[in-house]
């Protein structure tokens, strides 16, 4: 096991993360059974939550088989992206979702049901186990720093909460038969849900918008290699973007001709992972001054910014 350590931990992580699923996707068939026998929409609540843990498992499971993928001509970054996108879509399903039961909870409101509490407690209890089960299964695997994996949990961990609560309701039920305690339960739950998926969606909308990532201020790394590397005069055309967690920068620096082209190079290159871990950079020096409108140089450039704009 020790000669081919990432990989076998790569192993793990997809055996964990299956065994996740399947535990997932069976409680929430039956966390949906259960909600329908009893009439419990904190239950469904909770089965809608489980769906979307379900689909955010299965996403990590993808994440993990196409991360395998070598790169090839016509997609160059493998298939690291789709993942995001995947991140993307289960944050919408969680939105419809939340959506559905709150409005089922408003009319529950004005129309109550009554709940078989003794199945709901049994269903809920049930679902408590599972979703420690996978959450436990989640934390030993070392794909943390995955944004699926974190989602994963996340959901989870949501889900954990939401099965305490239709507990708690269930009792509720059982000793003072109250149901209103259902609905608003289920909007607690939903409250929850919401949360994450705003998350999710902010996060995975910004990869997918070719965003900076968060870490990295592209104007603070202008001005961090003008002060740090001597030769450097100016930093132009910074474009930062991020696939699959993986920052990746290109720019143009003006630097004074130097000694020796390529050690000056690596020695940007060499800055850039060290200080900002980007592994990936494109550098492309000039020792021309830049002079065009995007620069960002204010002397000399304005007066023929003009002529040159049109060669873009």
Known sequence: MTHQHSHSEHDGNLSRLRAAFIVTALFMLAEVAGGLFSGSLALLADAGHMLTDTAALLMALLAV???????????????????????????????????????????????????????????????????????????????????NVRAAALHVLGDLLGSVGAIVAALIIMFTGWTPIDPILSIVVSALVLRSAWTLMRESLHELLEGAPASIDAEKLKRDLTLNIPEVRNVHHVHLWQVGEKPVVTLHVHVIPPYDHDALLQRIHHYLHQRYQIDHATVQMEYQACAGEDCGLTLGATSHAHHHHHHH
């Open 65 to 147: 088989q196409f991360a395998r993928r070598k790169p090839n001509a016509s997609h160059t970054f493998g298939w690291l992206r789709l993942t995001t996108l995947a991140a993307f879509v289960n944050a919408m399903a969680l939105l419809v979702i939340t959506v559905l039961i709150v409005w089922e909870a408003v009319r529950r409101f004005w129309q109550p049901q009554p709940v078989a509490s003794g199945i709901m407690l049994g269903i809920a209890i049930a679902g408590l186990l599972a979703n420690l089960l996978s959450f436990w299964l989640l934390h030993r695997g070392s794909g943390e720093s995955n944004m």
